[in-house]
């Protein structure tokens, strides 16, 4: 256990009565202060379960596997004050907040106000989350919970709460500023705060030179990195490290899926076992009644295929873009052979040898260059593609179209040489969770053998358009409000393919 | 220890204050009319001395948890205790490097051939004072081989000039690099030795190295941690460090790298992956060995004669650094008009031997050979056969040591993964001259240009594979580290480097900023491969006071 959880009573530190009566019968019967002895012993024991907590994290962070993600501070005094209340940088919109500059009061570098929403700034430093607020320790007459009145938006560092706090039954003080004037001031504790110190670089992370954001998926990373280092690398860890990079769970343990579930925020996969939670925008691929087993991936969010047991014949990778670490020297950008069928084109007979293309996306001249080279290889092993392509039992000369197949699948062609030492690993990005994201698959290349190579395709789902085009001018869709009756609709959903090769480190 | 602290006037105030809080509030709400504000007896003798001894309890907690992360422990280097150190390292399986002292062999040469005994106490100093040699034992120069009878009895022979000499071998008296002279460096013995002339280093000393600083074992961490294994890159690394502890960096190039061309052989010229080179930088600066090797006569006319190398003789050699006639003492070297690599994948008994199948793709590994050949102004070839007269020539090679032991290591059937293929290889080198004028104030005297010059190659040779670039900042930096605040380097400063590349051909690189290698990745040529090298000889550093219109 790392942390005290925000339970009540959590132990004999939390039963005054019990504490009270430790001094002897004298303190608790007829000593005239006796509260104020009793209230003295809570809060002794009070800062004891502080420091026990403290140790419990201590000693949770001896271990990898179990070091803490953040300090647990169970109260922490803030102090609001009403003369920054909606008007401190906290309250500056921000970029990618669902506004219109301009329009409804809204000016660049203005706080903003919203109606039913009472902001201030709380800067402590590292503070991630807030379980519990109060203006007492024992007793309040105020008490906010999060996610009911109150969210802390940590990365603003802004306490944003439902209802004005000077407001209710909590007493603010007054004091008074450098001009005289009267500030309002409200006293209040912040109970089971979460506080990022650092934990997970200072203690593990720096050890691999991997430092992100302060998360479970960051501490399931440096796992992956860590076992892969120390046990070999595996196709566990390779696993693994992309799952905690996109902030999904794999299944760890064997079970069989009783029910999966949605909610508004997430799907919950549960085995008999463990409840597996995932993104809302995910999509379950196991059904009720479905074996998981430890590595397991049950949505669509990441996918493996490690091709060195062969390609397989439903594999749904959209093709290979290759880039000069695959194709050498020369070539201005990539090349992508689809994974589809295309017609083989004969271009004809050449010297002694046929020549014969299928379709290569890419810029023209590294398109051309790449046949050109082919060619060239081909020529000079005695061995060009149209002979290794020909389906005659007896050769006689170059093949001619009929002795060909009249299609072939650019990918499995390019892919079958390199199946022996290649990992194929598909990510949908729409469907991401807490994790770093992609910009953390660089590390995969921590856990590859060096012979290993890993090509990752993320998958960009655009959302769903709904267009329409208009009888006046069918070849030019109008998209939006305003357009014409439509005659026909289609549904604009397309994902963007991008493989690469995990870069350097 | 850094662990302990009992020192109340050490702790945060704010801190106490924070602790002293929550005990205040607690009895506010026990009884709202009690007074504990600040100064009361309540607040002053319970609630304040509660808050300082818990605060000190938190304290000492963050203390012990700081000494479980070198990180932590040592982000301020001054204080850090080193027993702390090393108890967080030993966890990585990490020891602390300890500093070797430089040896070699000093060649004492004398006006007579005469019994010459010294003590093991007999010290040679470098002409410069800068670092100092003792005998590694007693030792006595001896005029007839009937005399030698022990290691520490050395034959006196005869030596161009009328002269005489002996060896005898020495080791720094302060270890680290310091130490590494170079071939030909002069000393002065002390006590003096009777008829002597001369005592210079028979060749480059090697073997000197610090002590390991914290920045360089918190780079060696995730090596610790690592399986000694060929598994990932990391555990590959930390396989081949544990086994050869001078081994100074490495850079793994596989498959989908730009550089990997060993895996391109196919129809589509696309890297089917499988195969691994293995760079290494050995050590700081390439070593340059001095030996004597048979030249054969190619060109009468033209004076050209070959000196052929064979797989196993300097494995992996940069170059023949300098030719000159057998025993001469001239300085320089006949010119090299030629140097064509071969490749030799014979087998080895009991060695898994790599797919190389281009000769510019064997540069630098254990398996090149080399046919090299130069123009010998001095000797009279009228009455010489073309093809079949031999002489002998002194030659310097430099070359990365452990070359073919490293090949051989990594090759070996207890470590190769089935289906893979290691070719180890040399750093490409990118041999690099710097010229610095540095201006000096007078009152603060003279700084010592060898000191400069020193940390000047050091810095350079710890730049690591992957960096890209060598930096004039880096540079300017490294000598204020020596001069302070009590001089300026002028900009700009001269800095130029040589790229050799597989092939044989040179790429010079210049710039005023920095130098940024360029990539050949079809040669292997990357910021991954190549090493930049800087000998002491090849800095140059002119001192300069500031003048009083300066300032």
């Known amino acids: ?505 | 220890m850094t662990t302990q602290n009992i020192d109340l006037a050490t702790l945060d105030e704010a801190a106490v204050q924070a602790q002293s809080e929550i005990l205040a509030q607690l009895l506010r709400e026990a009884r709202p009319t009690l007074d504990v504000s600040p100064g009361t007896v309540i607040r002053q003798l319970v609630v304040n001395s509660s808050a300082l001894f818990t605060e000190l309890n938190e304290n000492n907690l963050a203390r012990l948890r700081s000494a479980n992360s070198l990180l932590t422990a040592t982000e301020t280097p001054d204080t850090a205790d080193a027993s702390v150190v090393d108890q967080i390292l030993s966890n990585h399986l990490v020891t602390r490097r300890a500093a070797k002292s430089s040896a070699g062999r000093v060649v004492i040469v004398l006006s007579q051939a005469i019994t010459t005994p010294m003590s093991s106490s007999q010290k040679f100093t470098s002409l410069d004072g800068t670092v100092s040699f003792t005998v590694t034992d007693s030792f006595i120069g001896v005029t007839s081989v009937e005399s030698v009878s022990s290691t520490g009895d050395r034959l006196i022979t005869s030596r161009p000039g009328g002269l005489f000499g002996f060896v005898v071998d020495v080791v720094a008296d302060v270890p680290g690099a310091a130490g590494d002279v170079r071939r030909g460096t002069r000393f002065v013995p002390a006590p003096r030795l009777a008829a002597f002339v001369d005592a210079y280093a028979e060749s480059d000393f090697t073997q000197g190295v610090g002590q390991e600083s914290t920045p360089e074992l918190l780079a060696r961490m995730e090596l610790g941690i690592a399986a000694k294994a060929v598994s990932d890159r990391v555990s590959t690394v930390s396989l081949l460090q544990q086994n050869f502890p001078a081994l100074q960096d490495v850079s793994l190039i596989g498959f989908g790298d730009s550089e990997m061309f060993r895996d391109r052989t196919n129809l589509f010229g696309e890297s089917t992956g499988g195969k691994v080179d293995v760079y290494v930088r050995t050590r700081g600066t390439p070593l340059v060995t001095h030996a004597v090797k048979s030249a054969v006569l190619v060109s009468k006319s033209l004076k050209l004669w070959r000196l052929n190398f064979t797989r196993d003789e300097f494995p992996g050699m940069y170059r023949v650094e300098s030719v000159l006639p057998k025993d001469s003492l001239a300085v320089g070297s006949f010119e090299v008009v030629s140097d064509t690599r071969s490749l030799d994948t014979s087998a080895i008994p009991g060695e898994f031997i790599p797919r190389i199948v281009s000769a510019a793709g064997g540069n630098y590994t254990r398996y090149q050979t080399a046919a090299v050949t130069f123009r010998d102004t001095l000797t009279d070839t009228t009455e010489l056969f073309e093809g079949l007269s031999r002489q002998d020539y002194d030659i310097a090679v430099s070359t990365m040591p452990d070359l073919a032991e490293l090949q051989t290591f990594v090759a070996s059937r207890d470590r190769r993964a089935p289906g893979t293929d290691y070719a180890v290889r040399a750093a490409i080198p990118c041999f690099v001259s710097c010229g610095l004028v540095v201006y000096y104030r007078r009152e603060y005297g003279v700084p010592d240009v060898e000191v400069i010059r020193d940390r000047v190659t050091d810095t350079v040779n710890a730049i690591k594979f992957s960096e890209p670039r060598l930096s004039v900042s880096l540079i300017v930096n490294t000598v204020h580290s020596v001069i302070g605040q009590n001089g300026y380097v002028d900009l700009p400063v001269d800095l130029r480097g040589a790229l050799l590349l597989p092939g044989g051909s040179t790429v010079a690189v210049a710039d005023t900023d920095a130098l940024v290698i360029p990539e050949y990745p079809e040669l292997g040529v990357s910021r991954r491969t190549v090493a930049f090298f800087l000998s002491r000889e090849q800095v140059s550093i002119d001192l300069r006071p500031v003048t009083q219109w300066q300032t």
């Open chain 1, 1 to 505: 256990m790392a942390n005290v959880a925000p339970v009540f009573p959590n132990g004999d530190l939390d039963r005054p009565q019990l504490l009270a009566a430790l001094p002897g019968s004298f303190w608790t019967e007829l000593f005239s202060d006796k509260d104020i002895t009793r209230a003295l012993l809570s809060g002794l024991a009070l800062t004891y379960q502080q420091a026990y907590s403290n140790f419990l994290e201590d000693f949770a962070t001896l271990s990898r596997k179990t070091v803490p993600v953040w300090h647990r501070q169970l109260w922490m005094p803030i102090v609001l004050r009403d003369s920054e209340m909606n008007r401190s940088d906290a309250s500056l919109p921000r970029y990618g907040d669902a506004i219109t500059y301009g329009q409804a009061g809204v000016y660049y570098g203005v706080p903003l106000t919203r109606e039913g929403l009472f902001v201030f700034p709380l800067e402590t430093a590292g503070l991630q989350r807030i379980t519990a607020i109060t203006d007492g320790i024992t007793s309040a007459k105020l008490a906010l919970v999060n996610g009911v009145d109150f969210v802390f938006d940590a990365e603003a560092k802004a306490l944003q709460l439902f209802a004005n706090p000077f407001e209710s039954e909590a007493v603010p003080d007054v004091r008074y500023d450098a001009e005289g004037l009267p500030v309002r001031e409200l006293k209040l504790w912040a109970y089971c705060t979460d506080i990022d110190d650092d934990r997970l670089w200072r203690n593990f992370g720096y050890v691999l030179g991997l430092r992100f954001k302060s998360s479970t998926s960051y501490r399931r990373m440096i796992n992956a990195v860590w076992d892969s280092h120390a046990a070999g690398a595996s196709y566990a860890a390779l696993k693994e490290l992309a799952a905690a990079a996109t902030g999904i769970p794999l299944v760890a343990r064997r079970g069989t899926v009783e029910l999966i579930a949605r909610d508004t925020r997430s799907w919950h996969v549960v085995t008999d076992d463990v409840v597996y939670t995932y993104p809302a925008t995910a999509t379950p691929t196991v059904s009720p009644g479905d074996q998981l087993v430890p590595g397991d991936c049950p949505v669509s969010t990441l996918h493996v295929d490690d091709l060195a047991g062969g390609i397989p014949d439903d594999i749904e990778f959209p093709g290979l873009l290759l880039d000069r670490g695959f194709l050498g020297d020369g070539y201005q950008s990539a090349l992508f052979f689809a994974n589809k069928q295309v017609p083989l084109e004969y271009v004809g007979i050449d010297g002694a040898s046929a020549d014969v293309r299928f379709e290569v996306s890419g810029l023209a001249a590294d398109v051309e260059l790449w046949w050109e080279r082919v060619r060239e290889r081909g020529i000079d092993a005695g061995r060009t593609l149209a002979d290794v392509l020909d389906t005659r039992q007896v050769r006689n000369g170059p093949p001619l179209p009929q002795h060909l197949p009249q299609q072939v699948n650019p990918f499995r062609i390019v892919a079958e040489l390199m199946a022996s030492n290649l990992v194929l690993v598909s990510l949908r990005a729409g469907e991401f969770g807490d994790g770093p994201g992609a910009t953390a698959l660089w590390t995969l290349r921590k856990v590859l053998p060096p012979h290993v190579a890993c090509v990752t395709l993320i998958r960009l789902d655009a959302r769903a358009e709904r267009a329409t085009l208009t009888d006046s001018a069918s070849d030019s869709p109008a998209f939006g409000a305003g357009a014409e009756v439509a005659d026909e609709s289609f549904s604009v959903e397309e994902f963007m393919p991008v493989a690469y090769v995990v870069p350097d480190i």
